[in-house]
């Protein structure tokens, strides 16, 4: 099985938010389309793909999460721009 560590953020870039799953195009579409309602990400619209790594399992996705989000916000920043400097919405390009 599969995993996937990722990054969003919102559409003015100051909010991000970190997670990991073993789907990540369905993982995106429940972010994007506020399916949690409540959420941290449904609250502040953080919907915007800017980041992520496959991994092998999902044991190691959640445990880069885990390493990132203890980084400061600035190490963050330059892990983001290190693949995607525009903070593109990456969503579109792996769904095709």
Known sequence: MSGYFY???????KVLYKGSTADLIKRIYEHKNHLDKGS????Y???KL???ESYESIQEARGREVQVSKWSRDKKDKLIDSLNP???DL???IVG
């Not at 941290?40 to 609250?43: L, V």
């Open 7 to 13: 990054i969003l953020s919102n559409n003015s870039n």
């Open 45 to 47: 619209n953080v919907t």
């Open 91 to 93: 969503y579109w390009d």
């Open 86 to 88: 525009e903070r593109e």
């Open 50 to 52: 800017v980041y992520y």
């Open 40 to 43: 941290f990400t449904d609250k």
